[in-house]
């Protein structure tokens, strides 16, 4: 997939500094072109571009230790977690130094009675569910890979489970930063609300990197469920579909997760998972609540799916049976792939208001079926978000040219109707073209404004978020 | 209660600045003093500083038209909404224009399928849930007074349900705001969520006019709850009614509102809204949900107080029943005054991680007990958040500077045990003394460098929240 490429500007790394680098951390300093290799690139399509250096952090203080030298020298530095973003975020355009974090990946402090967890930035999704399962809470935030807690605050991650329980904007309470210049500041108190003063911790969550290095996080658990269920229903199509979830949140059903597979990613599932689900359009729903609660809210749902052309509502209350089903979704992506064997995907990250969703994906689909490819879409309707998996020759450019001309109208109808150019994955390289047609040149120029009182010397992993090139002057 | 006051340092405004406005605006421009003594205090219990002029906007246009034109010529620009901020938020301490939006009072776009509505700044808590009622939808935060859309947004600002519909920080989707220079800008899309790029919308919510001015507010709306009920019960202490409710979360219980009274307020309320209340300390409750839901809540709840030595446990699920529980909580403050006719009241606004609240509250209750004036203490439990009424001597300074000390302890108190100087209320003038204290020189650092990127030339309500001789230097 190297049809596609990035103009580097690789900065000059000055004599000395690597040395210094090496002889602070030792074995942990490496240059070795594997290391580079494997942090110069994500799960984005682009072709890896690589650090100058990679350094193995383990402690707030080191890294505060590599700001400084970096800013002193003028080094581009890139925080690297789990390395799983997927649209470029971790490319080293500019050369620079690659802070791996995946070391630091221990609790620090649980608080169960406050509902919030404090731990190290490299800490993944999974390994916090697993260590603070005792405690009868959960961490709901679930992106499809198992990312480090930074990189999902970094990157403003959300999930399935978003619609009921938010995203990383609303669950991290606070963060531990290093800044530009090396200094270490916490964002917030673990108060649940404050107003005393600007929201440091809403900006740093999604600034990629470019504003400060997350080093530790805390944020928001929920108490596990007592009663899980799920269920799933087949409609004619999608607005029925869409319409339907939209009555059932109207109706106050407190609905954790509702999925939307199109026929194909069925199929595909089906295939994969060795499951038997109707291939027609599909809405996947989990609830939450007490044992009376799950069953009143999916003979709700089941009411409104019927009113809306839904079939075959079957619900699932045995944890085998919903595990089954959350897994087929969770491997769609897998699932996917073996439409065409030897594919590589491209993903697309769109998100409408709700009212606009169906509109946009059938608008979306009619496009597709067109392209030279097959393609699949699933998407977490409750919040208008979708992604389109589109399978593509590796061998093929005309193909992957296809595949962004693609993504390019549809992010452009996606922002006519009123939504984003990327509502969970973050822009890294690969939204940057579609930053100001979203936000406008003005608030763009504030974003540019921010990125430059917190960062003057441009050392945080730039070449990201604000296109380049971009006014970076103040507003005055 | 003029025995605090500001230390004034008030800008020239240039020759034909005045006229050049008046001219604009005609009668809708005023140097009056009984408009400018109007426009120059709030609900504080700071003395008037009065601004030069006051400007009523009408538009947004309008609005850039008067930042522009105040930027240009250096001269402090303030953003007046209901006029109900706590903390002197609105006093003209550099003097300058108090630009009123209460004419911008419409409401723009109800979006029900997107659980949206957009209003213009003015548009008061009250009036957006009159005017939306029909829709089935309803904007939950609801702070004591029935403040502007603008000005919640500004303030950050919460209340009663916040445990379970979050604060302004969730709530806002997006904002149109006016930038120090004039330039029009939209903080985000209407789509549910987005990760692209730096989060405009949370910087300025919270920022209290000193980032730009707010004069379109787009929020999330709810389903009006199917069924809707309250409930009472006393407790022994403060200690097992916090209890009480950390278990009820941890139930995983959706409780909508919970209120802590202590047994002054009880007997304020009970002698001011004609109640035979316990006057023991106190939860109120509501449950939102469907009619079983509801049930359901109630009952674990019930059980879990009695558990925690919970008493007389009540619940109204008549709706005039519920309206006078809730009515008597929401005058709370008016009750609190008649225990000492003729005072002046007080409040201070800690926040801490609720397995400190009994603690904080316990402490400060001690000290209180000392005091030479009455208090009450009232509390939104769930998110640790509670204030103390006290209640003042207008004539005798010595009472207010007593009052200042003892609201210098519990913040202090309050930022020791994890917590933040205000938890709904905002810095004002009156919380910046403890801004360093609460975040830390560095982390203020970047909270000055980013005043400084948006308002290079400080108009925007200058003077409040970084406290004025503070480093305003960036970061490099």
Known sequence: MSAISVQSRRRNVPAGFLEALSERFGERFSTADAVREHHGRDESPYPAMLPDAVVFAQTTEEVAWVAAHCNRHGVPLIPYGAGSSLEGHLLAVQGGVSLDLSGM????????????????????????????????????????????????????????????YGTMRENVVSLKVVTADGRIIETSSRARKSSAGYDLTRIFVGSEGTLGIITKVTVRLYPQPEAISAAICNFPDLRSAVQCVIEVIQMGVPVARVEFMDSIAVRATNAYSKLDLKESPLLLFEFHGSPAGVREQAEVVQDIARENGGEDFAWAERPEDRSKLWTARHNAYFAGLQLRPGC????????????????????????????????????????GNFHVLMLLDPDNPAEFQESEALNR????????????????????????????????RDALDLMAALKQAFDP??????????????NLELVA
Do not use: W
């Open 105 to 164: 990946n221990r609790i620090v402090a649980v608080h169960p009675e406050d509902f919030t967890v404090t731990v190290q930035a490299g800490v993944t999704r999974k390994q916090l569910n697993e260590e603070i399962r005792d405690t009868g809470l959960f961490f709901p935030i679930d992106p499809g890979a198992d990312a480090s807690l930074g990189g999902m605050a970094a990157t403003r991650a959300s999930g399935t489970n978003a619609v009921r």
């Open 409 to 440: 109208r549809l992010v452009e109808r996606a922002i006519r109707m009123g939504g984003t150019c990327t509502g969970e994955h973050g822009v890294g390289l690969h939204k940057m073209a579609f930053m100001e047609a979203e936000h406008g």
């Open 344 to 383: 590589r995907a491209s993903t697309t990250d769109v998100c409408v208001p709700i009212s606009r969703l169906a509109e946009c994906v059938t608008e979306t689909a009619e496009e597709l079926d067109k392209a030279s490819f097959p393609y699949t879409i699933v998407g977490h309707v409750g919040d």
């Open 457 to 470: 010397n441009d050392i945080l992993n730039p070449g990201k978020i604000i296109p380049s090139g971009h």
